[in-house]
């Protein structure tokens, strides 16, 4: 049985550290206290239309469900070291809002937060708007759907990851990503997926310049490739794509298959991948 406490302000230090089953409704952490710390080492607890002002609300916890609740740019570091976590149409604009947490489920929520979401097991987000620089860096098994994003460096080393059905407005991204699929999504931004490994897009649109260079295993499927040059450099590369692409350098091993193409570079070697161009499979271009 979870005990409910409601309209109440909390503003000293570790206010509520080591409560157990609490349900705290319309509460603030607040005040000239400047108290941190506030539900810290706890263990199932639910806030509803909480209002966060303070730092460091939520580390180490486990069984944490927040639903309705506002985190303000004051509340820095809000989810730390955390498991079990349920975050619905919540605001979290206070930076470094989640690190090192596991089994994390937000949806329909609002993310603002510089260098939200490191070192994350196990996240699953739904129907949110996140903007952020060096997002979700080094986390593992993400499932994202209808997530969109703004922001530089995001996805960089991350493993295990399915996207669908996402806009991503980004620069270096997935730098480093191993095993990750990216579904029936847009992306834009600068030098996309360098040094991955098996990254896969399929019926995406992908726009900027000088994407998917130095990656192992690349794989695009029924692609749009908007406005990029000097693609596939130095990358083992088995590529579909549907739409003219500006340039094409030094593919390092596969074949790209391609409407059309503005210019092929070749300047290395060592560079033996084939570009096919469509819909006339047999006219290869060296």
Not at 25 to 33: A, C, I, M, Y
Not at 168 to 182: E, G, I, L, R, Y
Not at 241 to 246: F, Q, R, S, Y
């Amino acid at each position: 049985m979870k005990k409910t406490i409601e309209n109440v302000r909390f503003g000293e230090e570790r206010a509520l550290y080591g409560s157990e089953n609490l349900i705290l409704k319309n509460v603030s952490f607040d005040g000239e206290e400047d108290g941190e710390s506030a539900l810290k080492e706890c263990k199932n607890i639910e806030l509803v239309k909480a209002y966060c002002n303070l730092r460091y609300p939520f580390w180490h916890d486990t069984g944490l469900i927040l639903r309705d609740c506002e985190m303000t740019p004051l509340c820095r570091a809000a989810l730390w070291y955390s498991k079990k976590i349920l975050i619905e149409n919540t605001k979290m604009f206070g930076i470094k809002a989640l690190r090192e947490c596991g089994s994390v489920a937000i949806r329909d929520s609002e993310i603002r937060s510089p260098e939200f979401g490191w070192s994350v097991d196990k996240i699953v987000m739904e129907n949110t708007a996140a903007e952020s620089e060096y997002f979700m860096m080094r986390s593992k098994n993400l499932d994202f759907k209808k997530v969109s994003m703004k922001g530089k460096y995001s996805f960089q080393y991350i493993k295990n990851a399915v996207f669908e059905n996402c806009s991503f407005d980004t620069k270096d991204a997935f730098w480093h990503a191993k095993s990750v699929v990216v579904k029936n999504s847009f992306v834009k931004g600068e030098y996309l997926g360098w040094y991955s490994e098996n990254l896969t897009f399929i019926g995406c649109t992908i726009t900027g310049t000088q994407p998917l260079c130095y990656c192992k295993n690349l794989k695009l499927i029924d692609c749009e490739m908007i406005e990029t040059d000097l693609c596939f450099e130095k990358s083992e590369t088995e590529a579909s794509i549907t739409t003219p692409v500006l340039s094409i350098k030094n593919p390092y091993r596969g074949t790209i298959y391609v409407p059309e193409v503005g210019e092929i570079i070749r300047d290395d070697e060592l560079s033996t991948g084939k570009i096919v161009l469509l819909p006339s499979a047999e006219k290869a271009v060296c």
